[in-house]
């Protein structure tokens, strides 16, 4: 008989990935879903693909989502332009309105209708359901020729605490929690929250396996201009001191700030992945090499 070596291929895929599935069954893990991923339909749907095998082979995926760029088409559509100070959007009233319809009536029912549409019970919640993110306004910092000031942007906010009982249950009850990053404050106002930091309390808090965050960047680099020096794993300690020096700039800070506040917080990896890639949740969970930075708390 002639070996078909396309078939074996395939077999040694399936079986590198049996240890891993072996070990992550039965644990939570938290996808904080943003990017390119988000926008291309090609990615869209491999991202889909993705959890659906996880939630098939056992592990009990979480979905936060963000959507930064719908909520601004959106303001762009009502004649309402979009400001930022310090990277954070300024929200009035009506912003925070156009934001939660945005996150929770479009793009979360969208993710949640692909689930289902391939075979995973999912369902959509905001953090204003049952009180699963409670938030606080959160203030800009500016910095000014070396001071210091915060300025009140608005309704955006920071989280105070999550009702993990309520992802548990769901997660009990079979369901894929799909999750907007919208919280509610003490006098039950709506505030909008970065979805890297929203993921990151909700991993910290149900001590999850992992939280895999998909962005358009590969990972972390010591020198983001020459691509050899990618960093495959850090501990939380190399990761804090890449920040303090400079190394970890810009629009990485806060991804990376993020990582080390779920692993304070309880969760036992985070994994920072270039969503652009096909299947690239598979490829970091069920492979040895993975393709993203992960960091650890040693």
């Known amino acids: 008989m002639v070996s078909d070596l396309s078939s074996q291929k395939k077999a040694a895929i399936v079986i590198e990935a049996l240890p891993f599935i072996k070990q992550f069954y039965g644990k939570t893990m938290v996808i904080k879903y943003g990017g390119n991923a988000m926008l291309n339909d090609k990615l869209k749907h491999m991202v889909i693909q993705d959890i659906t095998l996880m939630r098939y082979v056992g592990i009990s995926p ?124 003490a006098d039950y106002e709506s505030y909008n929250i970065n979805a890297d930091y929203v993921a990151a309390e909700i991993a910290g808090a149900m001590k999850a396996e992992k939280l895999l965050l998909l962005t358009d960047t590969e990972g972390v680099y010591r020198d983001f201009e020459d691509k050899s020096t990618f960093i495959s794993s850090l501990t939380k300690d190399e990761a804090l001191g890449m920040i303090n020096d400079g190394t970890i700039a810009g629009g990485m800070i806060p991804k990376v700030e993020a990582c080390l506040r779920a692993l304070q917080l309880g969760a036992r990896k985070v994994h920072i992945i270039d969503g652009r890639q096909p299947h690239s949740l598979l490829l970091e969970v069920f492979t040895a090499q993975g393709i993203g930075t992960q960091i650890k708390t040693r």
């Open 62 to 185: 979480v979905v936060v989502h963000g959507g930064g760029p719908e909520i601004t088409d959106f303001l762009k559509k009502v004649g309402k332009k979009s400001e930022f100070v310090s990277g954070l959007r300024v929200t009035d009233l009506e912003t925070v309105e156009i934001a939660e319809m945005v996150l929770n009536g479009k793009i979360n029912s969208e993710i949640v209708s692909l689930l289902n549409a391939d075979g995973i019970k999912a369902v959509g919640v905001s953090g204003k359901d049952a009180n699963l993110i409670r938030a606080r306004k959160k203030l800009a910092v500016v910095h000014d020729h070396g001071t210091e000031s915060e300025v009140d942007i608005g309704y955006v906010g920071e989280v105070e605490r999550i009702n993990e009982k309520l992802l548990t249950d769901l997660i009990q009850s079979g369901y894929v929690p799909v999750i907007a990053p919208i919280g509610v404050g």
